[in-house]
């Protein structure tokens, strides 16, 4: 069984930045993808970022040039640097894994909020 605990997220004023962090654990699974979503009020879930085990970003048009992603295979995390933040950045973030199994794991999600 795989587990994801995400931290980081909070409330920052417009203009701002807050760094996620999500730490995967548990035995026999071997990490391919591993990738940010968020779900904001009334929205379905849509893919933020993702990045491969061999270190290859992409980005969802709206977060290019704010966000960025990173992880380090030796302690299975996966990092959203978010800085720019606008309000319409509001919303859980979740992070996500896929095994090279094809199996795919959820953390709890973080909460977002951007708001003067």
């Known amino acids: 069984q795989v587990q994801l605990v995400e931290s980081g997220g909070g409330s920052v004023q417009p203009g701002g930045s807050l760094r996620l962090s999500c730490a995967a654990s548990g035995t026999g699974f071997s990490i391919a993808n591993m990738a940010w979503y968020r779900q904001a009020p009334g929205k379905q879930r849509e893919l933020v970022a993702s990045i491969t085990s061999g270190g290859t970003p992409t980005y969802v048009e709206f977060v290019k040039g704010r966000f960025t992603i990173s992880r380090d295979n030796a302690r299975n995390t996966v990092y959203l640097q978010m800085n720019s933040l606008k309000p319409e950045d509001t919303a859980v973030y979740y992070c996500?894994?896929?095994?090279?199994?094809?199996?795919?794991?959820w953390g709890q999600g973080t909460q977002v909020t951007v708001s003067s």
């Open positions: 996500s894994l896929r095994t090279y199994s094809l199996s795919r794991y």
